[in-house]
C-alpha cells in the first residue's frame, strides 16, 4: 500500500498492511524544538528547523526525518497574513494576531497566556467593535494550492489541512479563562456573542482556504480541549447547548468545501463526549489520552472501535518520557493491538513531543510501529 492508501484504509476501518505513522501532520502531533533538536543529534541527520507555532514553540520537522521513521502523512498549512501577524514585544513576550499577548517565563519552554484583550467587564458591542483578524488576508492562501499541489502530484503521503477552527481555545484566550468560566456558566448570552463572532471570522478563513485545497487534501485537522485528566470540562448537556452548536457549522462549513475526513483533536477525558462526536461525522479523534480517566483503549475500542477511529495513543505522560526503549515498543505493541484490530487506528504520540522525551524512545516508537502489520499485509 502507498501511505495514502494506508491512511485512508485504517480511517475508513479497513485493515491497511501495516499501522500508519504520524509525526507532525498537525500542530498537536509535532514535536518541540528542544526534543527536536536532541533528535537530531541522535540521528546524525537532519536540520533544527524552524519553529513554526510560537507558543508551542513546535519545530518544523526536516523531511529526512519522516522518511527515515517511514510517516504517512504531510502537512498543508495557511501562510501567515500579510497584516496583523505576530507582534514582537520585549522581552519574552509577543501578541498574535488576535491581540492575545504571551509572555515565556524563565525556564519555561512554552510561551504562557499573558494578557487577554476581552477580560472584564464587557459588552456586546465590545465583540462588535473589536478589530478581528482579516479572513481575505491574501497572505493565508498564497502559493496553497501549488504547495498541495506539489505534495499531491509528487508524493504518495496523505495530505492534512491544518484547519483553524480552535473556537473554544481561542475565546478562552480572548476572554481569559476565569471569566470565559463565568460566562459559560452564567452569562450565556455574552458567551455566545463572543463565539458567534469568533466562529464566523475561523469559518471564513478555513473556507477561503479549502476552496484552495479542499479537492487534493486527505484529512482536514481541527481541535479544542474539552476535557480535563480526571473528567470532562463540562456537563453533556452544557457541551450540547453551548459547544455542539459552534462544532455542527464548523463541521457544515467543511463538508460544503472537501470530502476529506476530519480529525478532531481534544485531550485530556473525552469519553462522554464520543457518541456526539461520530454524530457529528468526525472520523477520527487525537490523541486518545489513554492515562486519562474512562479513556482505556479497551473500553474506546469496545464501544466505538467501528464509528471512529483513534490517532495517538503512546502515552506522552509516563511512557515516553520516562520508560526505557524497550518498555515504550512494548506499549506500542500494547496498544496496537487494543486499537489496530480491523483498522481505525493511527499510531501517534499523544500531543506533541514533549522536550523530556528522550529521542532513543521517539525512535523505539516508530521501529515498533513499523512492525505492526496485519495479517496478509
Known amino acids: 500500500m502507498t501511505p495514502r492508501e494506508r491512511v485512508l484504509a485504517a480511517l475508513e476501518h479497513r485493515q491497511p498492511d501495516r499501522v500508519p505513522m504520524d509525526l507532525g501532520s498537525a500542530r498537536f502531533s509535532g514535536i518541540t524544538q528542544p526534543a527536536y533538536a536532541d533528535l537530531c543529534r541522535h540521528l546524525g541527520f537532519g536540520a533544527e528547523g524552524a519553529i513554526i507555532d510560537q507558543m508551542q514553540q513546535l519545530a518544523e520537522i526536516d523531511d529526512r526525518i519522516l522518511r527515515h521513521f517511514d510517516v504517512d502523512l504531510r502537512p498543508v498549512v495557511m501562510g501567515p497574513p500579510d497584516k496583523g501577524g505576530d507582534v514582537q514585544l520585549p522581552p519574552g513576550r509577543f501578541r498574535d494576531e488576535w491581540g492575545v499577548e504571551r509572555v515565556r517565563p524563565p525556564g519555561c519552554p512554552f510561551y504562557e497566556l499573558r494578557q487577554s484583550p476581552l477580560e472584564g467587564q464587557i459588552t456586546p458591542s465590545d465583540i462588535a467593535s473589536y478589530p478581528w483578524p482579516d479572513p481575505a488576508d491574501p497572505g493565508r492562501v498564497r502559493g496553497l494550492r501549488e504547495r498541495a499541489r506539489k505534495l499531491r502530484e509528487e508524493t504518495d503521503y496523505a495530505l492534512v489541512f491544518n484547519a483553524r477552527y480552535h473556537a473554544v481555545h481561542q475565546t478562552q484566550y480572548m476572554r481569559g479563562f476565569m471569566d470565559w468560566y463565568c460566562d459559560f456558566g452564567q452569562n450565556h448570552s455574552l458567551f455566545r456573542c ?84 461520530i454524530d457529528l461525522g468526525i472520523h477520527a479523534i487525537n490523541p486518545v489520552q489513554v492515562s486519562a480517566r474512562h479513556m482505556e483503549p479497551e473500553r474506546l475500542k469496545k464501544e466505538f472501535g467501528g464509528r471512529i477511529a483513534f490517532w495517538g495513543g503512546i502515552d506522552t505522560q509516563r511512557i515516553l518520557p520516562h520508560g526505557t526503549p524497550d518498555a515504550v515498543r512494548e506499549e506500542v505493541r500494547r496498544i496496537f493491538e487494543l486499537l489496530g484490530p480491523g483498522g481505525g487506528y493511527v499510531l501517534a504520540s499523544v500531543h506533541n513531543v514533549q522536550p523530556d522525551v528522550p529521542a532513543a524512545n521517539l525512535c523505539a516508537m516508530f521501529e515498533a510501529g513499523a512492525t505492526c502489520r496485519y495479517p496478509n499485509g
Request: glycine share 4%; hydrophobic share 45%.
Open 194 to 277: 463572543l463565539m458567534d463572532a469568533v466562529v464566523e471570522n475561523m469559518i471564513e478563513t478555513n473556507k477561503r482556504a479549502l476552496k484552495e485545497v479542499g479537492d487534493l487534501v486527505d484529512v482536514v485537522a481541527f481541535g479544542d480541549d474539552l476535557g480535563l485528566q480526571d473528567r470532562p470540562m463540562c456537563s453533556l448537556a452544557s457541551y450540547r447547548a453551548l459547544i455542539r452548536p459552534y462544532q455542527e457549522r464548523i463541521m457544515d462549513s467543511i463538508r460544503a468545501h472537501t470530502q476529506a475526513k476530519v480529525l478532531y483533536h481534544t485531550c485530556g477525558s473525552v469519553y462522554a463526549f464520543i457518541e456526539d462526536f
